[in-house]
């Protein structure tokens, strides 16, 4: 199976790039398309480093007649690159969020559909299976009747790394735009496809004032109210230090009428102190959760099928954070549409 991964400015593409290199009867092709504007031989010279083919346009690409494609550029770049890979006929993996408007996510759905092609949108945690027990305890009862979440879903500035992530014009927003989303898509699997009535969002500039976030948000505080009378928050907030041990983290603390469950997404087993470098040194352990997403993906591009989360997830939740925007805007909270269902 071929599969191309499309630009290296997001900072998840190295860890795909990693696993794809390594799966046996993948054979991968890379192509950071366009460049970066602060480095523009940052694509072959990332290739070379991870030891991976490398092309240098998308043009070439397609002509390799790729099975699948996963999409790692700018957000702001999605809607172009889906399209194409669409019409070359390669199933797809699009980071997250989908796309930066409504329109273009809405376009991408539409132009994965009429070539036939699977459009998965790129939310790992899903696939964690410590949230498939969460799932299963609101499920069997255990729980009891939900009544409120509250998600933490926090990292370093990425834009110390990807300067982008702090340009709207590339990213659609800051720190509001880039982790709101996760913890609305697992909301959307715990309440089987309910979508919030109303969005509410605070957020302002005091982290990290002193670097190209300044121009965006970097922390925010998110509250959706569904109409089963549910509420949950996200802290969005780009909080970790630079120096901090981990790059981000999530959580969930669901508050039943029986029982409360808290769920991580990333346990760090195991912690001590790195004599080298003089700061502690905190170890991941557990499902390496974008190689179950990948599986997913891939398995679902052999197959034919449509895979989860689809397109229609990542619209979902960009609805949300489109609508945390306008809160922002307002200083009011803001009234969302009959929301489509989940088909997960």
């Not at 880039?178 to 699997?189: K, P, Q, S, Y």
């Not at 669901?254 to 029982?259: K, Q």
Request: hydrophobic content about 40%; overall charge negative; glycine content about 8%.
């Amino acid at each position: 199976m071929k599969v191309a991964v499309l630009s290296f400015a997001h900072v998840h593409a190295t860890a795909y790039i990693e696993l794809l290199r390594d799966w046996q009867d993948v054979e991968l092709i890379t192509c950071d398309p366009d460049g970066s504007p602060d480095d523009p031989t940052r694509g072959s010279r990332l290739a070379h480093a991870l030891d991976v083919p490398y092309t240098d346009s998308v043009e070439e690409v397609f002509a390799l007649r790729p099975d699948a494609v996963v999409i790692t550029s700018e957000n702001v770049k999605h809607r172009s690159l889906v399209e194409s890979a669409a019409a070359a006929g390669a199933h797809i993996l699009c980071e997250k969020p989908l796309a930066t408007t409504e329109d273009d996510a809405r376009a991408m759905i539409d132009a994965c559909a009429r070539a036939g092609v699977s459009l998965m949108t790129a939310y790992p945690v899903r696939f964690s299976p410590a949230f498939a027990a969460l799932r299963q305890s609101l499920a069997d009862g255990s729980v009891g009747n939900l009544l409120s979440v509250q998600g933490v879903n926090n990292s370093s500035d990425p834009s110390l790394e990807r300067a982008w992530f702090a340009r709207p014009s590339l990213s659609g927003g800051g720190a509001v735009a880039d982790h709101t989303v996760h913890i609305a898509d697992l909301m959307d699997v715990l309440l089987d496809g309910e979508q919030p009535a109303w969005v509410y969002a605070q957020a302002n500039k005091l982290l990290q004032p002193d670097n190209d976030t300044a121009g965006v948000e970097s922390a925010g505080l998110v509250t959706l109210e569904y109409p089963s009378g549910v509420v949950a928050t996200v802290d969005c907030s780009w909080s970790h230090p630079a120096q901090h041990p981990t790059w981000g983290g999530l959580t969930m603390t669901c508050v039943g009428d029986r029982a409360i469950v808290e769920f991580d997404a990333f346990p760090q087993l195991l912690d001590g102190f790195d004599s080298t470098q003089g700061s502690p040194r905190w170890e991941p352990g557990g499902t390496d959760l974008n190689q179950a997403m990948l599986e997913a993906f891939l398995d679902a591009a052999r197959t034919g099928r449509q895979a989860q989360p689809d397109g229609q997830s990542g619209l979902r939740t960009l609805q949300i954070v489109e609508a945390a925007y306008r809160s922002l805007a307002t200083g009011q909270p803001v009234a969302l549409p009959v929301a489509l269902h989940s088909s997960s």
